[in-house]
């Protein structure tokens, strides 16, 4: 009897003898966290999600847990499942979990060459360059100096409230505004009103290629690292051509404020803003790169501030369309509190427990930022047991935690009472800011400054329009969907602009 392989035998043996030396491989002993089964070769690139994306790292933690181990063709992955092990590791660990994964996005030669998302230091890798950066904006956004800002965002909500009213179809253009000109004031010292340069625009071009770049695995070029070096027409290459056209976009909403600054200070036009206090206090022995790393952290305060606080504020319209009754508590509170004279603001806050509950409800209910940015590790680790090896990229996906009902009892519906106990705001519930702006020294440092900004937005749209939904032809009021796009950055689809 003769015994001849056939091609599935021997596949089989190649497999065992690979899944052999891989594990042979790990130096530690304690086993890595569960998760699907590493096919040989290319591990679990099969698994990594780019259609069933979606849904993809929500399915395995609730087949494996909330610490699930992914092998994406050498990249080991840990998908966080739950709010705890998230602080666990990337608050209470943070020295260890602080690096960000070396995108393939970045690393790609299109952006190395001057004018790539460099600048954009909330997906440096953990180092001197990363904390210049951050230090530079800590200055301006800790909550003491958040507390400076309370009059020109008192002028701008003034504003808001008057274009709402004698404009009300172009509600997102007015949003919009708001958030960009109150960051762009604060980042470079210029007034969006009296500037005929598009910069909100700008700055929306870029924040929309920035979500599309960097939406976790949507493209083959994040688990395949190496396509970054294959020629544009490549099959999969697609995104350095992407990239290519990509890159002036972008680069313009850190040149064309920061130019505009410059000249203002040259002419000594200049108010203050961040530009001018980091330049003015900018010292000998900062280093030749100092210049530089004022121009990055100004364009990021600019990015961050216009976008991000927006997309909340479409899920803020959607709820009040969806939630007619939230929306009649909150305007008989401010009815109440606020009075028919006067538009409410900062000083307010304490008394208006329902606003605060509805800001807190629009951050947790619809994520701006669903997959957050992955931390990396710097170091071997272990974990309850596990092994976490070092360079592993820790994913958490924010809106999983902030709809976990062990968390969140009924997560599903817009419910501003969950924070609510006896007419007060409830301590004890869980802050959705703790989540959903990311953990340990990621955190978004433009936080304080965006619950803030919301707060007062919130309270004046309310205090002076009722939002309701869109009528079709038919008669009928067309309700929004409840869902939210989804790039790296979310938003609301039937607000339109994504
Ligand atoms: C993240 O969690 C949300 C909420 O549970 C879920 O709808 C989504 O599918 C999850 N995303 C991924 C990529 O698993
Ligand atoms: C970081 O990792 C190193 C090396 O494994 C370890 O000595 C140190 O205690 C860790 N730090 C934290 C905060 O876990
Ligand atoms: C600032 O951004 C540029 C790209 O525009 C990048 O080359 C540079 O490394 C960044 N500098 C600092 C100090 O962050």
Not at 54 to 75: C, P, S
Not at 162 to 173: L, N, S, V
């Amino acid at each position: 009897m003769t015994f001849v392989p056939t091609a599935a035998a021997s596949l089989l043996a190649v497999t065992l003898v690979f899944a052999f030396l891989t594990r042979k491989r790990r130096r530690n002993a304690l086993p890595l966290p569960p998760g699907p089964r590493p096919l040989p070769f290319i591990g679990n690139a099969l698994d990594m999600p780019s259609k069933e994306m979606r849904t993809a790292f929500k399915e395995m933690n609730q087949k494996y847990g909330d610490i699930v181990y992914l092998d994406a063709l050498g990249q080991p992955m840990i998908i966080v499942g739950s709010h705890e092990v998230a602080v666990d590791l990337l608050e209470k660990r943070s020295s260890n979990y602080s690096d960000r994964a070396p995108s393939a996005m970045i690393d790609m030669h299109v952006f190395l060459l001057p004018h790539r998302f460099g600048w954009a230091f909330t997906v440096h890798r953990y180092g001197q360059e990363w904390r210049r950066n951050r230090r530079a904006m800590h200055q301006y956004f800790n909550a003491n100096a958040v507390a400076q800002y309370a009059a020109s965002q008192k002028l701008e909500a003034h504003r808001l409230a008057r274009r709402m009213i004698d404009d009300p179809e172009h509600f997102r253009q007015h949003i919009r505004r708001f958030f960009g000109s109150s960051a762009l004031r604060i980042s470079h010292g210029i007034e969006v009103d009296d500037d005929p340069v598009d910069y909100l625009k700008i700055a929306e071009e870029a924040m929309d290629i920035f979500s599309t770049a960097f939406e976790p695995g949507k493209h083959l070029v994040e688990v395949l690292p190496w396509l970054a070096r294959m020629p544009s027409w490549f099959p999969g290459a697609g995104v350095k051509r992407d990239g290519e056209v990509w890159r002036p976009i972008v680069y313009k909403m850190v040149s064309v404020p920061w130019d505009a600054a410059m000249e203002n200070m040259r002419r000594g036009t200049a108010v203050p803003s961040m530009v001018k206090g980091l330049m003015e206090r900018m010292r000998e022995d900062d280093g030749p790169d100092e210049e530089e790393v004022i121009k990055n952290a100004s364009a990021v305060t600019f990015a961050g501030g216009s976008d991000t606080t927006f997309s909340t504020m479409q899920t803020f319209f959607m709820a009040m369309t969806m939630y007619p009754e939230v929306q009649r508590k909150a305007q008989d509170e401010l009815m109440a509190v606020v009075g028919p004279h006067r538009l409410p603001d900062k000083d307010d806050e304490p008394s208006l427990p329902y606003i605060q509950a509805i800001t807190k409800e629009c951050i947790r209910w619809r994520s701006v930022v669903p997959l957050s940015v992955p931390h990396r590790s710097l170091e071997d680790d272990e974990y309850k047991g596990y092994f976490i090896p070092k360079g592993s990229i820790i994913i958490t996906n924010i809106s999983a935690f902030s709809h976990d009902p062990r968390i969140y009892p009924n997560p599903d519906p817009f419910s501003p009472e969950r924070f609510l106990k006896d007419g007060e705001i409830d301590p004890t519930v869980q802050d959705p800011a703790a989540i959903a702006f990311g953990y340990g020294r990621r955190v978004c440092p433009g936080k304080h400054f965006a619950e803030t900004s919301l707060f007062i937005v919130i309270a004046t749209v309310l205090h002076t329009l009722s939002v309701s939904p869109v009528v079709g032809p038919d008669g009928q009021p067309i309700m929004p969907s409840g869902e939210m796009t989804h790039g790296l950055l979310s938003s609301v689809p039937f607000c339109g602009h994504r």
